[in-house]
């Protein structure tokens, strides 16, 4: 089976423009979470959801950062407008809701770089 | 936000040495899992603790839930090159379903 997807892997963008990045999820998960990562602050949660609806965003930095899942297959975080300092490591991971919920899975990542 | 206290911070062992990690909390956990990432990837699950004092292996790995639920360690025995990674400890408390929590990772380096 797949893993999770995230694309894309490297994004290189400057100050002011829109940033999307996507996940695709494992199949048959119902947990959804993105993660950003930094040398500074390690893995920081923003965002989860389960069943596509969110459930909990109080790790989201601040309103240019939203994030979206419109199905059970598919997600987006998006970043308007990018500042340098969001510069990071995104992270999309998914997990199941019965069974082993906390054993998350993560993707690949997309490495952001805000000029 | 709240982090565990993951330690040590890096190492810098020979092939064929063990090494231990672990990290602690200042909260009750219900859950400990230990991930290894490597350059350029996401964090890999290596072994999921449920309950106080549990003890699993897998393979070389080898992990532990502390009785007190307040802390986990992590063994890994006979080291070999591509054991070098970052590893993260991750704890879920009583009030938490699906937030984990996180360590800042131990960074391991093997000579071979």
């Known amino acids: 089976d797949a893993g999770v997807i995230q694309s894309p892997r490297h994004e290189v963008t400057e100050m002011g423009q829109e940033v999307t990045l996507r996940c695709k999820p494992i199949s048959g998960h119902d947990y959804l979470f993105w993660y950003r990562q930094t040398m500074m602050r390690g893995l920081e949660l923003l965002i989860y959801f389960n069943n596509n609806v969110p459930i909990d965003d109080s790790g989201m930095p601040e309103d240019r950062f939203s994030a979206k899942m419109p199905n059970a297959s598919f997600s987006t975080l998006k970043i308007q407008p990018s500042e340098p300092r969001d510069s990071a490591v995104y992270f999309c991971?998914?997990?199941?809701?019965?069974?082993?919920?906390?054993?998350?899975?993560f993707g690949p990542g997309t490495r952001l770089t805000v000029l | 936000g709240q982090q565990l206290n993951q330690s040590p911070q890096s190492m810098f062992i020979q092939e064929g040495e063990d090494v231990s990690m672990n990290c602690t909390s200042s909260s009750i956990f219900n859950t400990w899992l230990w991930y290894k990432q490597d350059p350029g990837e996401g964090p890999v699950l290596l072994i999921a603790l449920y309950k106080a004092g549990e003890l699993t292996s897998n393979g070389r790995l080898t992990a532990q839930f502390g009785i007190t639920r307040k802390d986990s360690f992590l063994n890994i025995s006979a080291s070999i090159p591509s054991d070098v990674g970052i590893y993260f400890c991750?704890?879920?408390?009583?009030?938490?379903?699906?937030?984990?929590?996180w360590g800042l990772g131990t960074s391991l380096a093997v000579n071979p």
């Open positions: 991750a704890g879920l408390d009583a009030g938490n379903n699906r937030k984990l929590i």
């Open positions: 991971a998914s997990s199941l809701g019965q069974g082993a919920p906390n054993e998350q899975f």
